[in-house]
């Protein structure tokens, strides 16, 4: 939510050629609330897992961009952006004349107090800058219609970019500066890679996802573990069933063939008395 207003004199960044100070803060609040917050902090954290194995690419926000070397007061600080051709470390501020480049990619989460200035200063500031692609979206839906909008810089001026409504409500632009589709539902932004066909995760996300998963293993550990000894128990008592089943064979067999012997012997000794009586 920081502008491109004067930086003030909070913590001094020193500019050893000419003994300037260039503060790394202009002291106003990262968000203006929660909604304003929330896809900022998602923003960035997503993107820089995206671009985490690409040591060029600086993906940062809320952070004082310097340009113009001598003027602490020529600044402005995006909530998110993205620049190609930049080392990835981590920075108090940017200063154009130092780096590579100015940024490629900018997006700013419009609120009350910042959509005159996104829609105004801020965009004639960045296509001076040169910034290749100025994204806005509101979260609320109080202040841009639609509440997602793209510029693309082509000969000094920025153009629309197209975004389509999905059908669900859900808000689509592409931005080919990223490789990504910016997707807005209802207020909750997302990236979503359109090669993998899949929405990016912050790091959080992804620990959470991570933790969800392993449960889920866990989970078909134990039913496996269960059903194992479901099927363990089902073959002793298959057996044991067989067990006495046999056993139970042979004895009806031995009682059969005693009762066999028995009945011969009784027909012996009823025809030896019959022999005898006559």
Do not use: C
Not at 108 to 115: A, G, K, Q, R, Y
């Amino acid at each position: 939510m920081q502008s491109a207003a004067q930086a003030s004199d909070m913590i001094p960044i020193p500019d050893h050629a000419n003994d300037l100070f260039y503060p790394d803060t202009d002291g106003r609040p990262m968000a203006e609330s929660d909604f304003q917050r929330e896809p900022l902090s998602y923003a960035i954290s997503a993107l820089r897992r995206f671009f985490h194995d690409q040591d060029d690419i600086y993906v940062s926000g809320n952070l004082l961009i310097y340009y113009e070397q001598g003027n602490p007061k020529a600044s402005v600080a995006p909530d998110v952006f993205v620049v190609r051709g930049a080392p990835g470390h981590d920075r108090r501020i940017y200063k154009l004349w130092e780096e590579p480049k100015a940024p490629d990619f900018v997006l700013e989460i419009t609120s009350n107090s910042s959509v005159s200035e996104d829609q105004g200063i801020k965009r004639g500031l960045y296509a001076f800058l040169g910034i290749e692609e100025y994204w806005q979206i509101d979260p609320t839906g109080d202040y841009l219609i639609p509440s997602l909008q793209g510029l693309r810089l082509t000969e000094g001026n920025y153009w629309p970019i197209p975004v389509r409504d999905s059908g669900d409500g859900t808000l689509i632009g592409a931005s080919t500066v990223l490789g990504l589709e910016l997707r807005n539902t209802g207020g909750q932004l997302h990236f979503h890679d359109p090669i993998q066909d899949r929405t990016l995760l912050t790091y959080a996300e992804l620990a959470q996802a991570a933790e969800i998963a392993e449960r889920g293993r866990e989970i078909a550990e134990r039913a496996r573990r269960i059903a194992e000894r479901g099927y363990q128990n089902a073959e002793q008592a298959r057996e044991t069933a067989e067990r006495r089943a046999e056993t139970e064979a042979r004895q009806r067999a031995a009682a059969e063939a005693r009762a066999d012997v028995e009945a011969r012997q009784r027909a012996a000794a009823e025809a030896r008395i019959a022999e005898l009586e006559k």
